[in-house]
């Protein structure tokens, strides 16, 4: 049996990447959500902020989507 390591570095750097993008995506997130916690406590509005969240997760749940479906497929 011979094992092709380039293949196999190429895997791990490619999910390596996307678990970091999908980290950073979902912090995005998390962060657009705590933005309207502070705008709320000060009496404002962040329709901007939870907009960017929303689309974030959105991104998130897509990208698993995805990933699901190349598993599958």
């Known amino acids: 049996m011979k094992i092709d390591w380039t293949a196999l ?3 791990f ?3 390596l990447l996307v678990t970091v993008a999908l980290v950073a995506l979902f912090t995005l997130g998390i962060t657009g959500l705590a933005r309207r ?3 709320a406590e000060q009496g404002g509005s ?5 907009t960017g969240a ?3 997760f959105a991104a998130c749940a897509a990208a698993v989507g995805y990933g ?3 598993i599958v497929a």
């Open 9 to 11: 570095g190429s895997v």
């Open 37 to 39: 916690e502070r705008a």
């Open 54 to 56: 929303y689309a974030c």
């Open 68 to 70: 699901i479906y190349l």
């Open 46 to 50: 962040a329709t901007a902020a939870v």
């Open 13 to 15: 750097g490619v999910s």
